[in-house]
Every structure is written in structure tokens, then in C-alpha cells.
């Protein structure tokens, strides 16, 4: 045994004082962390030598020691462990150093280190267990011979450790994969905290060293030995500064990325433990301000904005996090079984585009990406599968990006892909990985402003990208709802028409928050606009868009209020004026709500939207008659709409317009028909009415994207409602929308939005104008409806649409005598069936009652209708209401047993009154 | 010392925050709750289903103030909580015996 030789202690403690101050100084002047790392390295390293020269005074022994971890990769921050190992030759030369080893660690600690050292022996090494020691075998990846023995370090580098590491080397890559996603997990998987650490959390330092551990492996797999050059060592040799790099690095996570990420986040944490005199790695609030106050990390030197320096911190954060994440996702995983394995292997192409799928993982063949379609199409199945590209197909996208700009896909083609990764159940996944590779500013350059935005408050725990991400992704996860008050709202998804349109509006929703204006959703507007004319969207889907923007904060304050005082239901409804607008602008607040913080949506709050949702739909249904537009009460929205008129409606101008017809056309009309309508539709309907005097029954057209919709203009008359009704069901449409006006000079506006289940109209532009001169024949009771219906009569019309919807007994007609002042209302959710609506209005109308308004909506296998019906001009006596709902049981009955009625059996008798 | 419990309609939480700062009182809690006094709850209608909505969205206000204000501490939440209407809400008192600041041990009503 040796024993160990004097040291100067007290010497060496200065020494190290000194050190520290010094790069502290250095720090403060410069800002420098890659170079404080070095500097403190070097002094360390120096002092080691020192000290183990000096327990070991003139003798040998065969001992080398190695700098570890951060130490080993020159990377020594300020307050942390030094790691070393004490490599033994032998079990007999470990026994005889035991002392030496023993003195030297006193010795580091003595001199003011926090000293972390292992003993072990070559043999040791060579039986390298990476799934028992983890943490020790991925030290030796950043090994670095300090002093000692030579001989021995030089075999140990060259021969035992390669040959250890290559024998465990898959372990190794999955058990640190798997390490890494336990601590992603711990972070909840985002690298948006509030107060993030800048070590631990994702996309912190240990994910910066996770990516050099993974590529030096992946090198050491391939050439069977160390590589020439470690993987991202640019910083290492002091050569490059921070400005080189930036110019260098072109493209999103690319290794110039990786390494300028590394200068920001290596000067966070200088930064950090010199501020609070110990080893720390949580940026908090009062740390963000400091640090934003003296540049840390910054290019310019001086002061910048809290909020600024931290989207500098998340967009150096996400490069790393990205790269690790794709480097855990290729890791071979430990277990599986070799059939499900052979199966993720399995490699197809998706049609038309140079990208293979292989397992989870998208790669790129050998053929060039030159076309936008193919691109867009890769992100498309990304959204449908939540598959990941690997690397190398992430670099040529980035590549491809330029000669992608010059011709950018716009128009229906643009939004027709956007629509396909908007509607994929992954689509928050491709999103950001669109966003990640600049592939989304591309397409959308306004949402470039809110790329890593910070909202500084107490609420939002994410940046606003990442925040509208979480929305989209919080609207998808409703597919499988997790909690019973999440079901609710899952309800809603499917009878939601246009379920792209609200996750568009998610998407844009709050890209003005980077203008900083304070109105924030007027902002996202005017950008919304921008979108809007690149993707050619028709008026209505503007105005879809356009409302939800403006209005996605409404039911949040409409939520401070009290939620059960009917003038704060009547108030939010204004920003809802339809049943399709109220549930898009619910899921929207719920989504929206949900992604500002993991606590934010309490089930409390959200049980508070829904009773809002319930509330404003009953209130939408037994309103209508209530509220009516009077033209001299409300002069100014008869400006704004007579403009509108003019613009939109076809007129040349606004003295084309004939005032007086106009007035007379909106005078009475209920106010939801002026909400609902856009300005060219009641241009249209304006334009109808004037017509009505050469031809009394005026018909209009109108396909859309997942329906069409039919106008009826004419004056009021028993059974109209039913007989336009009979006469669609007759083509063989499907209603699934109706709603009826009138005005106060007894005009109707009828429309049915109906489905083509034959795709009659479709496939035969030429039957249109047949299609539109039958119904007229049967509104003006040239043909019989009942004529009609026998001619068309198939097997599947007699027979309820869901034979799978099962309802308790026969559906009961709801009768609300209070809502409104002029009407009896009348609700009535029923299974949904080709003759429903007919049967229900030929009963009412049976019963000698009129519709003053209908509003008719399916949702899913349900028709939910609401009628507002009058006797004689007044509301509903009991004992008419008492014959009416005999009427419409006795209908509903009939049309589940599967057989249409006729008039006759309701009690319809040329007219004449039955109740 | 007092502690006051207060069960108040959600709208008028932030009215109360601000009457209880300006009487200054900085510290409360506020919990998230439902319930029903005399106010009942009500029926709604949904979808052809009659349901009744029985348990009403609450807040629940706590704070513990010095003998001296709690008589200025409820004046300020009656008036910021009071509409007029069923269901304005509750205030409970109860002594407390002391108050502990878990940081500095500091006990009595400068724990406060």
C-alpha cells in the first residue's frame, strides 16, 4: 500500500476561490457561458492533476483518472459535482490505491469541490451493465483522460471501453430513451413551464447531452469505433462564437441550431447558480427578469423584455427538445414481442408521395422533394396516424422549404389539405411538427408572431403557439372522452357541420396576440382576412370564421356573470345567434379554456359552460317570436342592412335598392332571421320578394359543401310547411334543417337544407331546374304531394332512417305555453326519418294551427324540432293543445311503426277546423 | 380572531375581492363549490329530457381577520355580494384560536 504525499490545502483552496471569482467576473463582464464552462474545466482539471501528483509524490501507480459527465465534456458549471473515476489496472492495484484514491477525494474536497468520485477496474468496465448502471455507463461516453497512468487510459479508451459499449450498446439506447421519457414525463411532457428548469426539463441541458449521447452511440454502432469527431463539439474548441454560429445555422434543428441552443441555455445556467450562490436550475419569475434585464444569453448586450427573453428561451428549448424526441422515438425499444416487432418494421409507401412508413416512423426515399402536394400529403397522414419523420426526412423537408416558397400552394388545393391534417385525429402532433420545421409560417406566415409568445400572467402555463396547438388537440380528444364531463361535450362534436371551419378558427384564434394592441381577437381577424382570400373560403365560411374569432371570448365572460339571469343568456346568445354557432363557439371556449393551464378547466367551470350552453340553445329555440325587427325602431341596422343589401345582394347600388320594398320585406321579420342570414342571402330573398308579384311561389337554390339548401318565398297558407316538406321527401332528400319566417305582411322565407342521399342533383346538373319547377307544381297544388310520394315510393322510406335508436315508448310533443307572448311552442325530439318533418307539420296543420316559425335541426340519429304555432292568430288553448298532441303522437307513432299518413288520417278535411 | 366563511354567487366574486382589499384584507381563499340554500335550483329542459339542475354553482370565500375588522369585513362583502335576488350567498363566522405563519413561526393576529 502507498501512502499518500502532502498537499498545500489551503493554497489550493485559494486557488479555486480564485477560479470561481474569476469566471463569475468573467461571466458578468461577458456573458460568455460556454467559456465560463471551459475555464472552470480547465482550473479543475489543473487542480486535479495537482493533487494527484501530490498524494502520489515520486511513485507510479497504475491508476488513470478520467474526468466524467459534465467534467468529462468540459462542461463544469459553477456549483456542480466534479465527476471522476479512478480506473484501476487490477483488483490488487484498486487495494493498493485505496488510500491514494481515499486522500485525493479528501483532497478535492478539502480544496472547496464537491467531489463525486468511482473506483473501478478495468474488469469492472468490461462488464458494463447499462440496464443496472445507467447512469455510470452513459458517463463514460463523455470520458476524458486527465492524468495518471497513460498506458492504461490509452487501453481503456481505445480497446475496453468501445468493445463494453458496442455489447450493450442496445440497452444502452433504450433504457436512455426510456430514462428520458420518465423525466419528459415528470415535466408533463411540455417544455412550457412558467418556470422551467433549464437542466432537468425538456428541451433543457440534459436533452442537449441526450442527443450527443444518442448520435455518439449511433456513430460508435456504425463504424465500430469512436468517431473522429464527437457529435456536436463545435463549442468545444472555443473557436466558435455565438454570431458564427447564428449565420451558420439555417435551418430549424440543425446541428447550428443545436449548438447556439447550447451557448443560450449554458449561459441560463451560469447564470443561475451565480445569482443565488448555490447549484440552481429553476428560472423563476424573478430569475426571467434578471436574467432578460442583463441579456443573459443574447446576442446584443443591454436589456431586454422579460417576455422576449423567454420565447428566446422556448425556441432554443424546442430545438433540443425536438431532436432528443425524435432521437428517443428511433431508440430500439427493450421489450415487445418479435411478431409485433416484425410488424412496426413492416415498410409501405403512402400513395403518391416519396414517404415510407416504417413502423411509427416516416422516412424518405431516395427521389427528390419538389412537390408541395407530396409534402402536404406526408403531413396529412401524420394527422391521421400520429406517426413521426425521422431525421433525415425532417432535414429534407426543411431543405425542400425554399423551392417550396417559390410556388406555394394556395386556394382550394391549400385548404383542402389543411382541412385533412385540421380534421386527423393527430392533427395537434402534425401541426407542430409542421411548425417546428417553418413548414406552417410558410403556409400561414401570420402565424409567425405568436411563434413561442409568451403571455406572462399567472393563467397561462404555455406559449401561445403551443397554447392553439393544445385547443386543437383538446377538440380531438373529445373522440374518447376521459372524464363523464368531458362526455357531454364529446356530444356535440359530431353535430358539429363543419367541424374544419372551428378548428381553422382554433388555429388563427389568437395570432393577433402578437400585434399587443389589447384586442387581441380583432387582430386575429384582420390576419384571419388574409387566410381567408389565399384559401378563396365563399362568404359564408368567412363569416363562420370571422364570428367565432370575434366572439371566442363571449361565453368566457359570460361565464362572470350569473349564468342563470336570463338577460346574461340574451346577452351572450347575441354572440350565438344560431344553434350551429352556439355549439361551435361551446367546444371552442371548452377547448380554449382547457389549454391555458392543466388546472384551468375545473370540472366546476365546466359544468358552468354547459348549463350556459343549455340555457342560451333553449333560449335560441323559444325566442325567436319574441324578438322581431321593426324597421322605424331600429333606423340604423336598416342602414346597415339596406348597405349590405346593396353590396351584396346584387344591386348596383344602394338607390338600386328599393327602400320602401325593403322596409316592407324585414318589417315583422324575427330577429334571428336578420342574424343568421348573411347580407347576400337577404339580398336574394329581397330580390325574391320582388318577383313574388309576377309569380307567386319564388324557389331558390343553393348547393354548399355538405348540403343543399332550397328557399321557398310566398305568402302564408295552411300545410305550405308540410307540403314543401313531403315534396323534398318525395325527391328522396333528407332534411336535415328547416327553419321558417315570416314577415308582417304574411310573406314566409322557408328553407331546407337537405341531404342527397342518391346524389340526384350531383350527378345531374340538368335535373336542378326539374327538380325546382316539382316543387313549385306542388306548392301550388298542380300535383298532389301524396301523388309524389306514392311515385317515389322505395322500400327504405317507409322505414325509420336509425333502426338502431332506440327512444322509450312513443316520443311526447313539449309544450311551453310562457316563452313567448304571440305563440305556443312546441318541441319534439324524435328518432330522425325520411317523413318525420311532413308528418309533424301535416298534423299541426291538420289541427287548424299555423307555424308562425319553425326551426328544424338533427342532431346525430335525433330530429329535434320546435314549432311556434297559433290558433286563429293567438296562442294554444289546453284543450287545442290537448287535440294537437293526439295529432303528433298519433304521427310519431304511425312513423315508427313505418307507415306514412295521409291528411285525411290527421284530421285534415279541406281546411276545415278539427280541433 | 375570526373566520369568515362566505358562500357567494360567482359573478360577485370579484366585486368581493376588491371590497375586502379596499377594507384591507389581503388574504383569503377561494374554493370552487355547489350547493343550494332556499334558492333550490331549477328545471331545464334538454333534448326531449326534463332535468333539474339542483346543485348551483358557489364560491367559497374564506379569511381570517383581527377582532377589528370582521365587522368591516362583513359589511364589505355584504354589500359587494348583495343583488337582492334568492341566492346571494351566506356568511358563517367562526373564533379562531390562533394562526401560525408556517415561514417565521410568527403566531397571533401579525401571522395574518
Redesign the interface.
Known sequence: MWKPGTLPLPALRERIAASAAGARAAFARTGDGPACLRRRSAEVDQLLRTIWAGVLGEREAPVALFALGGFGRAELFPFSDVDVLFLCGSEAAERDAHELIRSATQAIWDAGLRASPATRTVRDCERLDGRGNLEFAISLLDRRFLTGDAALGTRFEAEVLPAALLRELPVLESQLAAAAMSRHAKFGDTIFHLEPNVKEGPGGLRDHNLVQWMQTLRLLAAGRAWPSQRPALLLRNGADTLPALAARATLTGSPGYLDAAFVFLAAARCFLPFRSGRDDNTLDWAAQDEAAAQSIGLETLGSAGPAYWMRTFYRHARTVYRRASILVDAAPADRGKPLLRALRRKRTGIAGTPFVVEGNRITLDHSALTDADALLRGFVYVAQYGSRFDEEAESRITESLPALAVQLPEGPFLWNCLRDILLGPHAAHALRTMHALGLLELLLPEFHGIDSLVVRDAYHRYTVDEHTFLTIENIHALRTPRHEWERRFSTLLPEIERRDLLLLTLLLHDTGKARRTGDHARESIELAERVFTRLEFDLEERDTVRRLIRNHLEMSHA??????DPGTVRAFSEHAPSQQQLKMLTLLTFADIKAVHPDAL?P??A??IW?LY??T??YLDRSVDESRFHVDADPVVLARILASVAVHGGFRDAKDVQHEQLRAFLEGMPQRYLQTRLPDQIGEHFRLSLALALEPTQLSFRPYRQYNEVTLLTRDRPMLFADMAGALSAWGMNIVKADAFSNAAGIIVDSFQFTDPFRTLELNPGEHERFLASLRRALEGKVGIEQMLRARQHPRLGRPAHPGLRMEGV?QP?FDGESSSHSTLI????PDSPGLLRALATAIAGCGCSIEVALIDT?GE?A?DVFYITFEGRKLRPREQGCLAEAIVAALGQERNGVSLKPAQLGVVDGANPV | MFKIEAILQPSRLDAVKDALLEAGIEGMTILEARGHGRQKGHTEFYRGREYTVDLLPKVKLETVVPDELVEKAISAISNAARTGKIGDGKIFLTRIDEAIRIRNDERGPTAL
Open positions: 361565464l362572470r356573470r350569473d349564468i342563470f375545473t366546476w367551470k359544468e358552468n348549463q343549455i340555457a340553445a333553449n316520443p313539449h318541441q319534439i325530439v324524435a342532431e335525433l329535434i
